[in-house]
């Protein structure tokens, strides 16, 4: 809940790109390096709805890229 409105409060005062930046960092750590597996629920159902929609696309391009190969680190 608490991740899910800091997306929100990002795109909010203007920095949509840092809440992409943030939730790519994320779904690094959940999809690719597996550290926060117990959250990939929490980020298809809260935090990347929360994002703009052409944000969402982005992510979920880079969810699906980091399922079927480890991509690197966000830049």
């Not at 690094?28 to 597996?34: A, D, F």
């Not at 929490?42 to 703009?52: H, K």
Request: proline share 7%; with cysteine; aromatic share 10%.
């Amino acid at each position: 809940m608490r991740i899910t409105r800091i997306i929100r409060c990002m795109s909010l005062l203007g920095f949509e790109r840092l809440s992409v930046d943030f939730v790519k960092f994320l779904v690094h750590e959940i999809y690719c390096e597996r550290t926060l597996e117990c959250c990939h629920h929490s980020m298809e159902n809260f935090w990347v709805p929360a994002l703009q929609p052409a944000e969402q696309t982005e992510a979920r391009q880079f969810i699906d890229d980091c399922n079927t190969t480890t991509a690197p680190p966000p830049q």
